[in-house]
């Protein structure tokens, strides 16, 4: 299956957030907002989604303010 052009910004903008560690509220918006977009979250959408989470659970991102 042919992932969405939604999951693939999806993935642009988490892997962003991966590379430096960190994420702003406003990134964090952002990404909720394309998982959203289309009112559907499939599952390429689920698992990254779920791999930021536990990567913010475990401090290897870090969610900061700004």
Do not use: F
């Not at 999806?10 to 702003?24: G, M, P, Q, S």
């Not at 959408?45 to 290897?60: G, W, Y």
């Amino acid at each position: 299956m042919k992932p969405s052009k939604s999951a693939r910004r999806l993935a642009d903008v988490i892997h962003a957030a991966i590379e430096d560690h960190r994420i702003t509220n406003a990134e964090y918006e952002e990404i909720l907002h394309i998982a959203n977009e289309d009112g559907i979250i499939d599952p390429e959408e689920r698992a990254l989604l779920s791999q930021l989470q536990e990567m913010i659970a475990d401090k290897t991102v870090k969610r900061v303010a700004e």
